[in-house]
């Protein structure tokens, strides 16, 4: 009897080691793409992106997006043309406010990385990687209240503020190191497959600025038929050499955590996953607070002039500030029927930063007629520019990795009004 049980237990145990190996049955469609590269990449940060891929080695990645809601591709090729030819005049510049669509005054907004990661697998539950990055966030916002004014003229409304208007600009350098632990398949060899990810990075500031009103609204400037009269005064803050070029490695910085949990069900062909990414904040030292102020009734235009040229931005004080990175939510949905065609539904949404960057949703179809060379189209929703179109193409084999993408925001080709961009190159051991 307690034999029969020993061989009973042995023979269990084998059985299940032998479902633990098989993750994906043979022939199944899952099987005819490699796992890591089920994963679509995205424009946007994603400290996640080649932890996947189940082979060591490195990966160069470079990438993009600018936007805003009133300059085309076209409007802003002229600007330069005319800037290259020394032909741009202040004309020009208020031309070029006429775009901005009324109510709604001018944003716009970028991102930007570029660096390498090296990691690979370490058993068959575990994946590291290490990264060394530069990164970029900016934001613009000019309220309608500040624009009319050069836009539309005095012919309606006598009096114009700054409104919310602010900008904030951040460049810095991080290295990080990042996790994903396998777990599946779970209840049988078709079950799900759970894989949890978490990292850190450390953020070291290179540049920062920052502008916005002092004065409660905004402040006023009041133009009639023979006066004028303003009470406006704005505030910077800015790291040393941020405006000479001469830039000095910042004293500030922060340790900032992501975290990821994805479900698979690589036979059936489908897989859900939500990321969190940039929670925390980072201090930038040796902040420099400036301030410029123009309080003035006058009924000589030539003393508005006069005002203006004696203008400039005064320093007041040297500060250490703590900023908020944009915290990024990002939901996704991906589905394969079978070998050839993959679709993706991916939600970002930024939250809790200074920075005002849009929330976006991309719908991604990749076409894989060559198992190793996905082509891929798709629309991007949201932000400014309502309705865009994405593109893009990559080499995905054993010890090779290439891709490259692209979005056009807003419209197409010279319509649009911004842009994305994104390559990844990788070579596996």
């Keep these: 009897m307690k034999r029969r049980i020993v061989v009973g237990l042995v023979a269990a145990v084998l059985a299940a080691s032998g479902l633990r190996a098989q993750t994906v049955p043979e022939g199944s469609q899952a099987a005819a793409v490699e796992p890591g590269y089920r994963r679509t990449p995205v424009f946007r940060i994603d400290p996640f992106n080649n932890l996947r891929i189940p082979h060591w080695g490195f990966v160069f990645s470079v990438g993009g997006t600018a936007a805003n809601n009133a300059v085309n591709l076209k409007d802003f090729g002229a600007l330069i043309f005319l800037s290259d030819e020394d032909s741009l005049r202040w004309v020009d510049g208020l031309d070029a406010l006429g775009l901005v669509p009324q109510g709604s005054g001018l944003d716009g907004n970028g991102e930007g990385q570029a660096g390498v990661y090296v990691g690979g697998p370490i058993g068959r539950r575990l994946h590291l ?89 905004g402040g006023f400037v009041r133009v009639n038929g023979d006066s004028i009269s303003a009470s406006i005064e704005i505030e910077t803050y800015q790291t040393p050499g941020l405006l000479d070029g001469d830039v000095k490695l910042n004293q500030g910085g922060g340790i900032i955590g992501d975290f990821l949990a994805r479900a698979e069900w690589p036979t059936s062909g489908f897989a859900l996953e939500a990321m969190l990414a940039n929670v925390g904040a980072v201090s930038v030292a040796g902040v420099e607070r400036r301030s410029a102020s123009v309080s003035l009734e006058t009924t000589d235009l030539n003393e508005v002039g006069d005002v203006l040229d004696t203008l400039e931005l005064a320093l007041q004080d040297t500060t250490n500030i703590t900023i908020t990175l944009p915290r990024i939510a990002r939901f996704a949905a991906s589905a394969w029927a079978n070998r050839i065609l993959q679709l993706d539904l991916i939600a970002t949404f930024p939250f809790g930063s200074e920075f005002d960057l849009p929330a976006t949703v991309d719908v991604w179809s990749s076409w894989r007629f060559i198992p190793t060379v996905p082509i891929r189209a798709g629309l991007v929703f949201g932000g400014h520019q309502g309705v865009g179109f994405s593109a893009g193409l990559g080499v995905e084999t054993r010890n090779f990795f290439f891709g490259v993408a692209g979005r056009s925001l807003g419209g197409l080709f010279s319509n649009a009004t911004g842009a994305s961009a994104r390559l990844d190159l990788g070579v596996f051991f």
């Design 129 to 217: 990687g290490l990264s060394l990055m530069g990164r970029s966030y900016g934001a613009l916002s000019l309220d309608d209240d500040a624009v009319v004014l050069l836009r539309d003229g005095n012919a309606s409304r006598e009096e114009f503020t700054l409104g919310d208007s602010n900008g904030e600009g951040l460049a810095s350098g991080e290295a990080g190191i990042h996790g994903l632990y396998r777990l599946g398949p779970l209840g049988s060899v078709d079950g799900v497959h759970i894989i949890l990810g978490a990292g850190a990075r450390y953020i070291r500031p290179v540049l920062y600025g920052s502008a916005h009103s002092v004065i409660s609204n």
